[in-house]
Nanobody
């Protein structure tokens, strides 16, 4: 069973940067879809970015394009979300997710990911 543990959240001023990490364990395959999602209070969960490991393809929400980058640290079996030029509207609980059913073009910010982490809070002040 895949397990995900997020870290790296915190508080930052607008324009600053944060780096989120998602450590994955319990998966031995080479093809899996990894994603970052976020949910602000009173709002629906939003897909932020996905990475199809094995296909090396990425998808970003329009709201974060050009500011966020999703990548993989192979040595540490970790997926990274580098967040730059942060805005107050980026404030949310950020969740890492994984699903081995999706690969390539099917790996995108979709709501039916099977495995979820516990979340890490990101707060951006103006």
């Amino acid at each position: 069973q895949v397990q995900l543990v997020e870290s790296g959240g915190g508080s930052v001023e607008a324009g600053g940067s944060l780096r989120l990490s998602c450590a994955a364990s319990g998966y031995s395959g080479s093809n899996i879809c990894m994603g970052w999602f976020r949910q602000a209070p009173g709002k629906e969960r939003e897909g932020v970015a996905t990475l199809s490991i094995g296909a090396s393809s990425t998808v970003y929400a329009d709201s974060v394009k050009g500011r966020f980058t999703i990548s993989q640290d192979n040595a540490k079996n970790t997926v990274i979300l580098q967040m730059n030029s942060l805005k107050p509207e980026d404030t949310a609980m950020y969740y890492c997710a994984a699903d081995s059913r999706y690969f390539g073009f099917l790996c995108r910010p979709r709501p039916d990911f099977r495995i979820w982490g516990q979340g890490t809070q990101v707060t951006v002040s103006s």
